[in-house]
């Protein structure tokens, strides 16, 4: 009976051991699903507090940007506004420019034609008065040699001799005659003349061209005949009319429009020549002394 009693208690005992480590584990289970559940819900409001503190931060991050962007729009649209306004002001300067150079210009143009104007009317005075000087020396010239000759036949009238020559020279009817030698252009060889005092030789007469083709160069020779001021209208050095010529047949016939100065050949004929042209033998002629 004791023995019965005693199984009896033990299995008593077992089974509330084992009740009571159940709810220990249990309660201990609990625990530990309470201690997860507020490590989880405490990482949560973590993650919360810092997601809404970078939240916060991304805010703070755009509205400052967003001022940086507004203020450089502002400042922005005042740089074009600015440089409209120089571009506007460029424009109008520009115009002004081009209207100031239209002005220039036109005055320009006005004061080219003034100048031309006046360059025409100075050549004109120019030509005017060389053609009035020239024709004044021609005259005066012509007046001397005419009073030279007045004289020397008043001299021959009284008896006097008039067959004096510089040295060198050629006398002959009145005159003396200078027959150079020497490649020459016909203008340098009417200024050796004149540095002799004397001019590129006028021929009158038969025999006047007779005496000088006799002495003058066989390669031809420069004389005083030229029509350099009308084609056509030949003139003596000394101004006198064309009374006695000796052409060469077919001319003068200024040939490639460029023949002005007149040269004696050989034979004595005469023909035009180009001016530039060097001839070895020039003639000049003067008054001889009594």
């Not at 005159?175 to 004397?198: M, T």
Request: aromatic share 8%; with cysteine; proline share 2%.
């Amino acid at each position: 009976m004791e023995e019965g009693s005693y199984s009896v208690e033990f299995s008593r005992l077992r089974r509330r051991r084992q009740c009571c480590g159940r709810g220990m584990q249990l309660g201990v289970l609990a625990l530990v699903t309470v201690a997860l559940w507020a490590g989880l819900m405490t990482l949560l409001l973590l993650w919360h507090w810092d997601s809404v503190r970078n939240l916060k931060q991304l805010e703070g991050t755009t509205a400052w940007n967003m001022s940086q962007v507004s203020k450089d729009v502002s400042r922005q649209k005042g740089d074009q506004k600015a440089q409209k306004s120089r571009a506007a002001q460029m424009t109008q300067d520009m115009e002004r420019i081009q209207a100031e150079q239209e002005r220039l210009k036109a005055q320009g143009s006005e004061l080219s034609q003034n100048l031309d104007g006046l360059l025409e009317d100075l050549s004109s005075l120019k030509s005017q008065s060389l053609n009035e000087r020239r024709t004044d020396l021609g005259s005066l010239e012509r007046l001397q040699e005419e009073v030279a000759r007045l004289w020397i036949e008043l001299r021959v009238s009284n008896g006097s001799v008039c067959d004096t020559c510089p040295e060198k020279w050629v006398h002959f009817q009145r005159k003396c005659y200078y027959f150079g030698e020497g490649p020459k252009k016909w203008i340098q060889a009417r200024f050796a003349c004149e540095n002799l005092q004397g001019r590129l030789v006028s021929i009158h007469s038969r025999e006047e061209q007779a005496f000088l083709t006799k002495h003058a160069s066989r390669k031809g020779s420069w004389i005083g005949l030229r029509d350099l001021d009308i084609e056509g209208e030949f003139i003596w050095m000394d101004q006198k009319p064309l009374d006695y010529t000796n052409w060469r047949p077919g001319e003068p016939n200024n040939q490639a429009l460029g023949e002005d100065c007149v040269m004696m050949q050989s034979s004595g004929q005469w023909n035009d020549a180009f001016c530039g042209s060097r001839l070895d033998g020039w003639v000049c002629d003067r008054l001889a002394a009594c």
